[in-house]
């Protein structure tokens, strides 16, 4: 993992977002592509279809404030960018070098072209940006569409959440694909993690903490000292315990698969995936 693609927005959410990618590309010694995208009338009229737009003699107006946002959104999205640089001392590259150390690009595009965003973050090893619950531009859809067709993990950073370090991480383990491929792409963060924890939450009492054990044991294998925890519902929902887990192990990232019920993009979502896009406390890095 060494390449990262931010999606900043020219808000102040922005600092978090960078401070993420900062947090990792240090770590793995990694690239950091940062996209701002001009959101134009029609891409807002694409992700809020229910939304009132002007007519007549209003439009003018309501086009000349939309081009003034955008202004004002993309210059401060580069602001944003080069108080990054300089806070944390990035060497801007735009092609590899032998040079050490974390480097970071500017990109711009003029509109919101969703197949193209999705390629370019296949074209990453991981995609960060704003937790859609959290107020940011980018709309749930457009995270779903991330998370189901670009292949890559998602880190979503929820408003008022840092991750600053490596430190301690929670892995939500399931015996099925989806957490194997989020555990599998994660592997070189829980390498420099201080504290990792196997959380698996129990679905019945027959169920025995075996199978996280046996994980945490072979990734013994790869350098990774983690355990193994198998927590009851007692009732409550499964995120609920999730969550509870991570405030106790003072998680700095949850590490997730993204599951699915259904090839239906509308009920595409459910369970806990569905609970983490609802709303998150602390970095979440998810994987379908």
């Given at each position: 993992?060494?390449?990262?693609?931010?999606?900043?927005?020219?808000?102040?959410?922005?600092?978090?977002?960078?401070?993420?990618?900062?947090?990792?590309?240090?770590?793995?010694?990694?690239?950091?592509?940062?996209?701002?995208?001009?959101?134009?009338?029609?891409?807002?009229?694409?992700?809020?279809?229910?939304?009132?737009?002007?007519?007549?003699?209003?439009?003018?107006d309501a086009l000349q404030s939309h081009d003034a946002q955008t202004t004002r959104a993309a210059e401060a999205a580069r602001a944003a960018f080069m108080a990054f640089c300089a806070r944390y001392g990035v060497t801007e590259a735009?092609?590899?070098?032998?040079?050490?150390?974390?480097?970071?690009?500017?990109?711009?595009?003029?509109?919101?072209?969703?197949?193209?965003?999705?390629?370019?973050?296949?074209?990453?090893?991981?995609?960060?940006?704003?937790?859609?619950?959290?107020?940011?531009?980018?709309?749930?859809?457009?995270?779903?569409?991330?998370?189901?067709?670009?292949?890559?993990?998602?880190?979503?950073?929820?408003?008022?959440?840092?991750?600053?370090?490596?430190?301690?991480?929670?892995?939500?383990?399931?015996?099925?694909?989806?957490?194997?491929?989020?555990?599998?792409?994660?592997?070189?963060?829980?390498?420099?993690?201080?504290?990792?924890?196997?959380?698996?939450?129990?679905?019945?009492?027959?169920?025995?903490?075996?199978?996280?054990?046996?994980?945490?044991?072979?990734?013994?294998?790869?350098?990774?000292?983690?355990?193994?925890?198998?927590?009851?519902?007692?009732?409550?929902?499964?995120?609920k315990q999730i969550r509870a887990a991570a405030a106790a192990n003072r998680a700095d990232l949850i590490v997730m698969g993204a599951f699915s019920h259904s090839r239906t993009r509308e009920r595409l979502f459910g369970g806990c995936?569905?609970?983490?896009?609802?709303?998150?406390?602390?970095?979440?890095?998810?994987?379908?």
């Amino acid at each position: 993992m060494k390449t990262f693609l931010a999606l900043i927005e020219g808000s102040d959410a922005d600092a978090a977002i960078l401070e993420a990618a900062h947090t990792l590309a240090k770590a793995l010694d990694g690239h950091v592509d940062i996209l701002h995208v001009d959101l134009t009338v029609l891409d807002a009229a694409g992700y809020a279809p229910q939304s009132d737009f002007a007519r007549g003699s209003g439009l003018k107006d309501a086009l000349q404030s939309h081009d003034a946002q955008t202004t004002r959104a993309a210059e401060a999205a580069r602001a944003a960018f080069m108080a990054f640089c300089a806070r944390y001392g990035v060497t801007e590259a735009s092609q590899p070098s032998a040079a050490r150390g974390v480097t970071a690009c500017w990109h711009r595009e003029s509109s919101a072209e969703i197949d193209q965003l999705i390629a370019t973050g296949r074209h990453h090893d991981a995609i960060i940006c704003g937790h859609p619950a959290s107020g940011h531009a980018w709309p749930r859809h457009l995270i779903e569409r991330l998370l189901t067709e670009a292949g890559r993990p998602l880190l979503l950073i929820p408003k008022g959440a840092r991750l600053q370090e490596i430190g301690n991480v929670t892995v939500c383990w399931k015996e099925d694909a989806a957490s194997a491929r989020a555990l599998s792409a994660a592997l070189p963060i829980l390498r420099r993690a201080k504290s990792v924890a196997i959380v698996t939450v129990r679905e019945s009492p027959e169920q025995t903490a075996k199978s996280g054990q046996h994980l945490a044991d072979q990734l013994g294998w790869h350098a990774i000292d983690a355990r193994a925890e198998l927590i009851w519902d007692g009732g409550t929902s499964a995120i609920k315990q999730i969550r509870a887990a991570a405030a106790a192990n003072r998680a700095d990232l949850i590490v997730m698969g993204a599951f699915s019920h259904s090839r239906t993009r509308e009920r595409l979502f459910g369970g806990c995936t569905q609970a983490m896009l609802d709303g998150a406390d602390r970095p979440v890095l998810l994987l379908h």
